[in-house]
Nanobody, 121 residues
Framework: VQLQASGGGLVQAGGSLRLSCAAS????????MGWFRQAPGKEREFVAT????????YYVDSVKGRFAISRENAKNTVYLQMNSLKPEDTAVYYC???????????????WGQGTLVTVSS
């Protein structure tokens, strides 16, 4: 499966962005999906994950209450709605597909190319 992440950009602190991850090659409904991010000079970290049906969702503590992961299997797309953005959310955001849902990136076999989110203070 090929994944294409989009929706990143420059936003002021307190603003919102919605990231999309579109899949091609295979139906997304077969996969648990995750979002990860890598800030400059840091290791990539888990952000959110959603099960194949959407019934199980996990978030890293730092985004709980601000970010929401969702999926539209009919559109082969997964979303990450990001609200109340903070400068520390600045990172390249990656979507990934695996047998999930999982918080460990090693559990994901397929990765998108990443989309840059920059939050200014």
């Amino acid at each position: 499966v090929q994944l294409q992440a989009s929706g990143g950009g420059l936003v002021q602190a307190g603003g919102s962005l919605r990231l999309s991850c579109a899949a091609s090659g295979r139906t997304l409904s077969s996969y648990g999906m995750g979002w990860f991010r890598q800030a400059p000079g840091k290791e990539r970290e888990f952000v959110a994950t959603i099960s194949q049906s959407g019934g199980t969702i996990y978030y890293v503590d730092s985004v709980k209450g601000r970010f929401a992961i969702s999926r539209e299997n009919a559109k082969n797309t997964v979303y990450l709605q990001m609200n109340s953005l903070k400068p520390e959310d600045t990172a390249v955001y990656y979507c990934a597909a695996g047998m999930g849902p999982h918080t460990a990136e090693g559990r994901y076999a397929y990765w998108g190319q990443g989309t840059l989110v920059t939050v200014s203070s």
